[in-house]
T-cell receptor, first 115, second 115 residues
Framework: EAGVVQSPRYKIIEKKQPVAFWCNPI?????LYWYLQNLGQGPELLIR????????DSQLPKDRFSAERLKGVDSTLKIQPAELGDSAVYLC?????????????FGEGSRLTVL | GENVEQHPSTLSVQEGDSAVIKCTYS??????FPWYKQELGKRPQLIID?????GEKKDQRIAVTLNKTAKHFSLHITETQPEDSAVYFC??????????????FGKGTHLIIQP
């Protein structure tokens, strides 16, 4: 069974440019998460989807960040325009259960460098 | 919201010795406490978890203990081996609205196994 797939793995852009990250969760997983991981820190939740509905986006900086999961499967996270402080690893994760087992399966992450 | 604190930030132990990593959480409603291991440049992966109705759980060389009254939980690794070197993250989940919720992670502990 394929795990959570993310692309691109690495992205280098200049500040003020747009960038998008894509995530394909494990087949059948209805819950999808985007996390931000700064160097030396733990993952921080940006947004959580239950199927196509964003049920928790309180930590998403909505002035420049947006996300979508139109068909309840894969998802895209966009930053426009990117700032220097956005340099980080963007992790996607998915889970199949509505909180009772709890395991999140993470992708390899998309490492963003903003110059 | 939930706040998870993790100590120490770095832990160096001799191969064969035991390692203990401690976490505290703030919200007494949290009921699920996983531990993730992240090797350099890799995705976080679940190694063990515990629910609030259990005080201790063990899986071979790894064990987790939970003290609900004090709101802290710990990871214990015995007979450490070089492959245990990684960053370990504790996390807590606070169930809200009856559905799956994103985990709140600690800042991580860099475990170094000295040969």
């Amino acid at each position: 069974e394929a795990g959570v797939v993310q692309s691109p793995r690495y992205k280098i852009i200049e500040k003020k440019q747009p960038v998008a990250f894509w995530c394909n969760p494990i087949s059948g997983h209805n819950t999808l998460y985007w996390y931000l991981q700064n160097l030396g820190q733990g993952p921080e939740l940006l947004i959580r989807y239950e199927n196509e509905e964003a049920v928790d986006d309180s930590q998403l900086p909505k002035d420049r960040f947006s996300a979508e999961r139109l068909k309840g499967v894969d998802s895209t996270l966009k930053i426009q325009p990117a700032e220097l402080g956005d340099s980080a690893v963007y992790l996607c994760a998915s889970s199949s259960d509505r909180g009772h087992t709890g395991e999140l399966f993470f992708g390899e992450g998309s490492r963003l460098t903003v110059l | 919201g939930e706040n998870v604190e993790q100590h120490p930030s770095t832990l160096s132990v001799q191969e064969g010795d035991s390692a203990v990593i401690k976490c505290t959480y703030s919200d007494s409603a949290s009921n699920y406490f996983p531990w993730y291991k992240q090797e350099l440049g890799k995705r976080p992966q679940l190694i063990i978890d515990i629910r609030s109705n259990v005080g201790e759980k063990k899986d071979q060389r790894i064990a987790v203990t939970l003290n609900k009254t004090a709101k802290h939980f710990s990871l214990h690794i015995t007979e450490t081996q070089p492959e245990d070197s990684a960053v370990y993250f504790c996390a807590a989940r606070n169930p809200r609205r009856g559905g799956a919720d994103g985990l709140t992670f600690g800042k991580g502990t860099h475990l170094i196994i000295q040969p």
